[in-house]
C-alpha cells in the first residue's frame, strides 16, 4: 500500500518549488506564489484520471470524512451506517458531526453487504459511510442500488482503495461523495493530506466552503469574499500537496507492482486447501494494497499467524485480535468517550454502543488474515513468503 517507498527526486522537486517560488497557502496570494498553484494541480489530475468532476483536497483523510459528510447534507441527529471493520476515523467522523453511528453487517468482501445495509436502515438512517477496506471494495452497483431505493446518501470512504475500479468506474465515484486519504502510509502519499471527490457541483460548493472557513473562493481578494455557511480549517498545505502532485503520478506504476507482487503470494497460496480468499468484486482493477485470506476456524487463524510471524514475515494483521481496525476492541468507542460531553449524549435513544453486536462479521473477521503488499519487495523478499507459506499451511 505505501507510496513513499517511491519517494525520490521528483517528490523533493515539487516541495522544493513551492518554498523557491511558490507559496504554502493554497488560496489567494496572486502576487507571492509566481503561478505556482500544487493543490489545484493534484486536484485537476485526480479529476482527469478518475474521471471525476470535481476533486477537493483537504488536510487528511478523516478531514475529507467530516467535510464530505457536512457537504452531503448529514448532520446531527442523522443515522449513518458503517461496518464494524474500518478505520476508527469512518466512525468518528459521524460522531464528530453530530450523528449517530449505526454499525452493520459486512460478508466476504470484507465490506458491508448490501443485505446488512438494508437492514440496519430505519426512518432515521440519513446515509452509509461505505469503507472500502484493505484496498477493495464490494458489488457497488448492488449497493448504490439499495441506497437509491431507500433514499439514502452512499458515501464512500475509499482511503485505502486508491485507483481501484469496480466495472470501469473508480472507487469513490459510486455514490454522491467520496473520500481519500493521502496520509504517510497511504497509497499516495502527501505526508498528510486527503480528498473529497464528487460529481456533484452543489456538494462539491459545500465541501470546499466548509474546508475553509465558508470563504466563497470567488475572486482574487480574500477579504472581499463572501461566507454562504459556516465552516472551519481543513485546507492542506501547498508543500503537502507539492508531495501529492509527484506521488499521483506513480499511481499506474503503485498499483502495477501491488497487483503483481500480490498475484505472486496469491497463486502460491492457492495450492492449500485450508486457505480461502477474500470476495474480490474486480480482482484484474483493485489496489491489492493487501492479500486477505481465511482459515476454517479461528483457532487455526491464530496458529497460522503465529506460524508466519516466527518465520520472520512482518506485516500479517489479524484484525480481530489487534486494536486497529476491529470494533470488539475499540472500547473507547463502545463507551462513546470524548475529551467532554459529545452531541450524541444529547440523543435520548441513541443506541447502546456497548451491546452492539455484529455476529456475521465475528465469523468473518475471526478467521481473516491479511498481509500488507509493498512496494519494494525483491525476487528474495517473495521467495522468503512463500517459503514460509510451505511450512505453514496444510497441504
Ligand atoms: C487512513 C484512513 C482514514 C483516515 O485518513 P487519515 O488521512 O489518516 O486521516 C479513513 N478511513 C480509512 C479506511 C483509512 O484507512
Same mark, same amino acid.
Given at each position: 500500500m505505501p507510496g513513499f517507498e517511491l519517494f525520490d527526486?521528483h517528490e523533493k522537486?515539487?516541495?522544493?518549488?513551492?518554498?523557491?517560488?511558490?507559496?504554502?497557502?493554497?488560496?489567494?496570494?496572486?502576487?507571492?506564489?509566481?503561478?505556482?498553484?500544487?493543490?489545484?494541480?493534484?486536484?485537476?489530475?485526480?479529476?482527469?484520471?478518475?474521471?471525476?468532476?470535481?476533486?477537493?483536497?483537504?488536510?487528511?483523510?478523516?478531514?475529507?470524512?467530516?467535510?464530505?459528510?457536512?457537504?452531503?447534507?448529514?448532520?446531527?441527529?442523522?443515522?449513518?451506517?458503517?461496518?464494524?471493520?474500518?478505520?476508527?476515523?469512518?466512525?468518528?467522523?459521524?460522531?464528530?458531526?453530530?450523528?449517530?453511528?449505526?454499525?452493520?453487517?459486512?460478508?466476504?468482501?470484507?465490506?458491508?453487504?448490501?443485505?446488512?445495509?438494508?437492514?440496519?436502515?430505519?426512518?432515521?438512517?440519513?446515509?452509509?459511510?461505505?469503507?472500502?477496506?484493505?484496498?477493495?471494495?464490494?458489488?457497488?452497483?448492488?449497493?448504490?442500488?439499495?441506497?437509491?431505493?431507500?433514499?439514502?446518501?452512499?458515501?464512500?470512504?475509499?482511503?485505502?482503495?486508491?485507483?481501484?475500479?469496480?466495472?470501469?468506474?473508480?472507487?469513490?465515484?459510486?455514490?454522491?461523495?467520496?473520500?481519500?486519504s493521502f496520509d504517510s502510509v497511504k497509497t499516495v502519499s502527501c505526508g498528510e493530506g486527503?480528498?473529497?471527490?464528487?460529481?456533484?457541483?452543489?456538494?462539491?460548493?459545500?465541501?470546499?466552503?466548509?474546508?475553509?472557513?465558508?470563504?466563497? +473562493? &470567488?475572486?482574487?481578494?480574500? !477579504?472581499?469574499?463572501?461566507? *454562504? $455557511?459556516?465552516?472551519?480549517?481543513? =485546507?492542506?498545505?501547498?508543500?503537502n500537496?507539492?508531495v501529492g502532485?509527484a506521488q499521483?503520478?506513480k499511481?499506474?506504476?503503485i498499483?502495477?507492482?501491488?497487483?503483481?507482487?500480490?498475484?505472486?503470494?496469491?497463486?502460491?497460496?492457492?495450492?492449500?486447501?485450508?486457505?480461502?480468499?477474500?470476495?474480490?468484486?474486480?480482482?484484474?482493477?483493485?489496489?491489492?494494497g493487501?492479500?486477505?485470506?481465511?482459515?476454517?476456524?479461528?483457532?487455526?487463524?491464530?496458529?497460522?499467524?503465529?506460524?508466519?510471524?516466527?518465520?520472520?514475515?512482518?506485516?500479517?494483521?489479524?484484525?480481530?485480535?489487534?486494536?486497529?481496525?476491529?470494533?470488539?476492541?475499540?472500547? +473507547? &468507542?463502545?463507551?462513546?468517550? !470524548?475529551?467532554?460531553?459529545? *452531541? $450524541?449524549?444529547?440523543?435520548?435513544? =441513541?443506541?447502546?454502543?456497548?451491546?452492539?453486536?455484529?455476529?456475521?462479521?465475528?465469523?468473518?473477521?475471526?478467521?481473516?488474515?491479511?498481509?500488507l503488499?509493498n512496494l519494494s519487495?525483491?525476487?528474495?523478499?517473495?521467495?522468503?513468503?512463500?517459503?514460509?507459506?510451505?511450512?505453514?499451511?496444510?497441504?
Amino acid at each position: 500500500m505505501p507510496g513513499f517507498e517511491l519517494f525520490d527526486e521528483h517528490e523533493k522537486q515539487q516541495v522544493a518549488e513551492v518554498m523557491e517560488k511558490g507559496f504554502t497557502f493554497r488560496y489567494n496570494f496572486d502576487g507571492l506564489r509566481n503561478g505556482v498553484w500544487k493543490a489545484r494541480e493534484m486536484e485537476q489530475m485526480i479529476q482527469r484520471d478518475l474521471p471525476v468532476k470535481h476533486a477537493h483536497l483537504v488536510s487528511s483523510g478523516t478531514s475529507a470524512l467530516t467535510v464530505a459528510m457536512a457537504a452531503a447534507g448529514i448532520g446531527a441527529g442523522d443515522e449513518v451506517i458503517v461496518p464494524p471493520f474500518t478505520f476508527v476515523a469512518s466512525v468518528e467522523a459521524i460522531v464528530l458531526a453530530g450523528a449517530i453511528p449505526v454499525f452493520a453487517e459486512i460478508d466476504e468482501t470484507l465490506c458491508l453487504s448490501p443485505e446488512g445495509i438494508e437492514a440496519a436502515i430505519t426512518p432515521r438512517t440519513k446515509g452509509v459511510n461505505f469503507v472500502h477496506m484493505c484496498g477493495s471494495g464490494g458489488y457497488m452497483d448492488k449497493v448504490r442500488a439499495v441506497c437509491d431505493k431507500h433514499n439514502i446518501i452512499l458515501m464512500e470512504d475509499a482511503c485505502q482503495a486508491t485507483g481501484a475500479t469496480y466495472q470501469g468506474r473508480a472507487l469513490g465515484t459510486w455514490g454522491q461523495v467520496g473520500t481519500f486519504s493521502f496520509d504517510s502510509v497511504k497509497t499516495v502519499s502527501c505526508g498528510e493530506g486527503g480528498a473529497v471527490i464528487t460529481d456533484d457541483t452543489a456538494i462539491y460548493d459545500a465541501a470546499h466552503q466548509y474546508s475553509d472557513h465558508g470563504h466563497d +473562493h &470567488i475572486g482574487s481578494d480574500r !477579504g472581499a469574499e463572501t461566507h *454562504p $455557511i459556516m465552516g472551519a480549517n481543513y =485546507r492542506i498545505s501547498e508543500m503537502n500537496a507539492a508531495v501529492g502532485v509527484a506521488q499521483w503520478q506513480k499511481l499506474p506504476r503503485i498499483l502495477e507492482i501491488q497487483r503483481r507482487n500480490k498475484k505472486a503470494l496469491k497463486s502460491a497460496m492457492a495450492q492449500y486447501a485450508e486457505v480461502s480468499f477474500r470476495d474480490i468484486a474486480d480482482e484484474a482493477n483493485e489496489n491489492a494494497g493487501f492479500l486477505s485470506f481465511m482459515l476454517p476456524t479461528e483457532v487455526r487463524t491464530r496458529e497460522v499467524l503465529a506460524g508466519l510471524q516466527a518465520a520472520g514475515i512482518p506485516a500479517v494483521f489479524y484484525w480481530y485480535g489487534n486494536n486497529w481496525h476491529y470494533l470488539k476492541n475499540w472500547h +473507547h &468507542i463502545q463507551q462513546m468517550k !470524548g475529551p467532554a460531553k459529545l *452531541p $450524541i449524549e444529547l440523543i435520548a435513544d =441513541r443506541p447502546d454502543y456497548s451491546q452492539v453486536k455484529t455476529p456475521k462479521s465475528d465469523a468473518i473477521m475471526s478467521r481473516t488474515l491479511s498481509m500488507l503488499i509493498n512496494l519494494s519487495w525483491t525476487d528474495a523478499d517473495i521467495q522468503k513468503r512463500l517459503d514460509a507459506f510451505a511450512n505453514v499451511f496444510k497441504k
